[in-house]
């Protein structure tokens, strides 16, 4: 395949945001937007204790990913779940293992910054 064609394939998926890896898609991230800012909602932050300490979303609580097996009862009757973690990729593992174990209505809100930033911005949708 010439480069030419490489280069506009290449071109086309990285400006309609198709390669990214905890981007995540508008009416997702406004059905999130609203359980961030719910205060029934549990919110979940699974990095570190050392990462959660030196930043932290008001109402949040820390179970780091490797605690979550053991500690599933704490998810267990929620309404709705929103877990996060540095850049995405943790809080989808935690959503996965989560549901595996019939725990419903768990959504990544992906990385801290973005559930700062819906905290923040209290979108309204």
């Known amino acids: 395949m010439p480069k030419q064609i490489i ?66 009862s704490e998810f267990r009757g929620k309404k709705s779940i929103v877990v996060y973690c540095r850049s995405g990729i943790r809080a989808g593992k935690a959503k996965n293992l989560i549901q595996k174990n019939n725990i419903q209505n768990v959504y990544s809100g992906t990385s801290y910054q973005n559930v700062l930033e819906l905290k923040k911005n209290k979108t309204k949708n």
Do not use: H, W
Request: net charge negative.
């Open 7 to 72: 280069g506009t394939i290449l071109v086309i998926l990285l400006s309609g945001g198709m390669i990214s890896c905890s981007v995540t898609p508008k009416t997702e991230n406004q059905k999130i937007s609203r359980l961030v800012n719910d205060n029934k909602t549990f919110l979940v932050d699974v990095r570190t204790p050392e990462e959660y300490n030196a930043e932290k979303i008001e109402g949040a609580v820390n179970i780091p990913l490797d605690q979550i097996e053991s500690r599933l």
